[in-house]
C-alpha cells in the first residue's frame, strides 16, 4: 500500500509556486510590460498543467503535504459561501432543516450496509490509533452520511406524523481516492451538503427529487455560468443502494470530458429495509419509508474554473466573486495623486452602498500594470482604473475581464451602469460557455460514428437500446490509456425518436437518447 501511495504522490502535478509580485519600488510611473505573473502553461495546449497552475496562481489552493488535500483559501471559500448563501434557504423554504452528525463511523453500521459499500470500500479511511496504542475498535470516517444517520432514523420515525423527515447537513467527508487527485474536482477530504429525507409516498419522493435538482442547476446556470444538462443515470452508473439517480452533467471542451455536477437520488425503500426504517400508517398497518438523498459539492468550483478560465488566469462570473469590482487608481508621475486616491475610495463607497462588493487597490508598492495582471490572475469581473484624465473629465475607466472591452463611464449614473456590465458579463460568459459546449456535442447512429466522435472529444448523444450489458460492452470496447466511454446521462430533455431507431452500440431498438463520452 504504501509503495502505490508514494507512486501516486509523485504523480500529482504540483505547480510551481506562484511567481513574486514585481516591486515597482515606489516610482509612480506606469509600468507597460509587466513580468513574472502570468501563467508558464496555456489552457489550449496543456490543460492538466493550466488548472494546477491557475487554482494556486489565482489564490484560490495551496498545495498541502498530503497527497489529494488542498488548503481553500478565501478566495475560494467565499465562493463557496456564496453557493451556500443561496442553496441553504432555498432548502429552508422547501421545510428541510439543517443538523450536523458525528464525522465518525462505527464499524458495526458500516457492515450492515456491506452490499452497497463494497465497491466503495477502498476508498474508505480509518483511525486505527490514538497516541501509541491501537484502538480496541478501528473507527471509520464518514465518506458519506447513510451509515451514520440512518440508524437514527429508524428510532425517530416511529407513526406517520413523524413524516416527513428531511434533514441536511454541511459537512466534510473524506474518500481516500487513489487516481489522479486535482484541486477540487477530485480530492480526498471535500465540503459538501448532504440532504437525507424519508417519506411516507414514492410520489413526495419523486417530486422532491427534481425540485433538488432544479436547485444544482440553478447553482451552475444562474450561479456559475456552467451549462448543465439535467437528466437520469444509467442502471450502471446510478448510486447502488438507491431506485435511480438524477444528476446535472457538465462538459468540460477542453479535455472532451463529461463531469457530474450534482446528484440527487431517490433511494426508494432499500435503505429502510436495511436500517428497519417502519412507521405505522394512518391506518395503523406497518409500512416503510421512501427516501432520498443528494448532495452538491467544492467540486462545483473546480467546473467553473476549467470552464471559464483562460490563458490570463482564473474568470469569475460576477455573481460568485467576493470582488465585483476591483478600483484602481493611475497616478501619473505629476499628477494629483490624493485627488486619485479619494476618487477611488469615493467610487468603492458608492458601489458598496449599491450593493456591489466592490474594493479599492491602494497598495504602494506595486505598480498599476502589475495591479492589473495579479486582479486578472485572480478573475475579478470588472477593473475599474482611475487616472488623472478620468478625474478631470469626472468619469472612470471600465475594463471587462471576460472580453478585454475598455469602457469610460461617467460619474453620474455610475452604479446603474456597473450593474448592467456585471449582469452583461455574468450572460456573457454563459452565453460563450454554451456556445462552446454545444459546439462539442455530436449526434451519431453508429458505432463508426461514435469512436470517430469520441476521437474528436465529443459530447456524444447516441440512440440506445438501454441495457447495461450494452453499457459494459461499450466500456470496454472504449478502453485505453485516455479511459473508457460511459453514459453520463439520458437527459430529460429527449429529442425525437422515430420508430425504427436502433442502437448505436448493439444494433437492438432504440428505447432513449443517452449522452456519452470520456468523463471525470
Ligand atoms: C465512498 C466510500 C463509501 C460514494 C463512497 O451521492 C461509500 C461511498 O456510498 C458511497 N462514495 N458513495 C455514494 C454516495 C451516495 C449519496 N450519498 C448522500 C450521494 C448524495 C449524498
Not at 329 to 355: H, N, R, W
Request: net charge neutral; proline share 5%.
Amino acid at each position: 500500500m504504501a509503495g502505490t501511495e508514494s507512486k501516486k504522490q509523485s504523480a500529482e502535478k504540483k505547480p510551481k509556486s506562484g511567481a513574486k509580485p514585481q516591486q515597482s519600488g515606489g516610482k509612480k510611473k506606469e509600468v507597460k510590460k509587466e513580468t513574472g505573473l502570468g501563467l508558464t502553461n496555456r489552457k489550449a495546449e496543456n490543460f492538466g498543467e493550466w488548472y494546477s497552475e491557475v487554482v494556486v496562481n489565482g489564490e484560490m489552493i495551496e498545495y498541502y503535504d498530503i497527497s489529494g488535500c488542498y488548503i481553500l483559501r478565501p478566495w475560494s471559500m467565499s465562493i463557496w459561501e456564496i453557493l451556500q448563501a443561496f442553496f441553504d434557504p432555498e432548502i429552508k423554504k422547501m421545510k428541510i432543516k439543517n443538523c450536523y452528525f458525528p464525522v465518525f463511523v462505527s464499524p458495526g453500521v458500516l457492515e450492515k450496509e456491506k452490499d452497497h459499500v463494497e465497491g466503495f470500500a477502498p476508498e474508505v479511511a480509518w483511525v486505527t490509533k490514538s497516541g501509541n496504542s491501537d484502538l480496541e475498535i478501528p473507527i471509520a470516517i464518514r465518506p458519506t452520511s447513510e451509515t451514520v444517520m440512518y440508524p437514527y432514523y429508524s428510532k425517530w420515525i416511529r407513526g406517520h406524523r413523524d413524516l416527513p423527515l428531511k434533514l441536511n447537513q454541511w459537512c466534510n467527508v473524506v474518500r481516500w481516492e487513489f487516481s489522479n487527485p486535482t484541486p477540487f474536482i477530485r480530492s480526498r477530504e471535500f465540503l459538501w451538503q448532504e440532504g437525507h429525507t424519508a417519506f411516507a409516498t414514492k410520489e413526495e419522493a419523486d417530486t422532491e427529487v427534481l425540485e433538488i435538482l432544479e436547485l444544482y442547476r440553478r447553482i451552475y446556470e444562474e450561479y456559475l455560468a456552467v451549462p448543465v444538462i439535467k437528466g437520469k443515470k444509467s442502471e450502471l452508473e446510478k448510486f447502488a443502494g438507491g431506485l435511480y439517480t438524477t444528476s446535472v452533467e457538465a462538459f468540460i471542451p477542453n479535455t472532451g470530458r463529461g463531469i457530474q455536477g450534482a446528484t440527487s437520488h431517490c433511494l426508494g425503500q432499500n435503505f429502510a429495509k436495511m436500517f428497519e426504517i417502519n412507521y405505522e400508517n394512518e391506518k395503523g398497518e406497518k409500512a416503510m419509508v421512501w427516501q432520498n438523498s443528494w448532495a452538491y459539492s467544492t467540486r462545483t468550483i473546480g467546473v467553473m474554473v476549467m470552464v471559464h478560465g483562460d490563458d490570463k488566469g482564473l474568470v469569475l462570473p460576477p455573481k460568485v466573486a467576493s470582488v465585483q469590482v476591483i478600483v484602481i487608481p493611475v497616478p501619473y508621475k505629476d499628477a494629483d495623486t490624493q485627488g486619485i486616491f479619494d476618487a477611488c475610495s469615493a467610487t468603492v463607497s458608492m458601489l458598496c452602498e449599491a450593493g456591489i462588493r466592490a474594493e479599492s487597490d491602494s497598495r504602494d508598492n506595486y505598480s498599476p500594470g502589475w495591479k492589473y495582471s495579479q486582479w486578472e490572475m485572480k478573475g475579478v469581473p470588472l477593473r475599474i482604473e482611475i487616472g488623472p484624465k478620468d478625474l478631470a473629465n469626472k468619469q472612470v475607466r471600465a475594463v471587462r475581464r471576460d472580453t478585454g472591452a475598455k469602457i469610460d463611464i461617467a460619474n453620474a449614473g455610475l452604479v446603474e451602469e456597473i450593474k448592467k456590465l456585471l449582469d452583461s458579463i455574468q450572460q456573457n460568459l454563459f452565453d460563450v460557455a454554451t456556445q462552446k459546449r454545444d459546439e462539442c456535442i455530436q449526434i451519431i447512429h453508429t458505432w463508426d460514428e461514435f469512436v470517430q466522435a469520441l476521437n474528436q472529444k465529443k459530447m456524444i448523444l447516441a440512440p440506445w437500446c438501454d441495457e447495461k450489458d450494452v453499457e459494459v460492452d461499450v466500456k470496454a470496447r472504449t478502453k485505453g490509456e485516455m479511459g473508457a466511454a460511459k453514459t453520463l446521462c439520458s437527459p430529460f430533455d429527449q429529442p425525437e425518436l422515430p420508430e425504427g431507431t436502433t442502437c448505436f452500440a448493439s444494433g437492438k431498438p432504440a428505447k432513449k437518447w443517452s449522452y456519452w463520452g470520456r468523463s471525470y
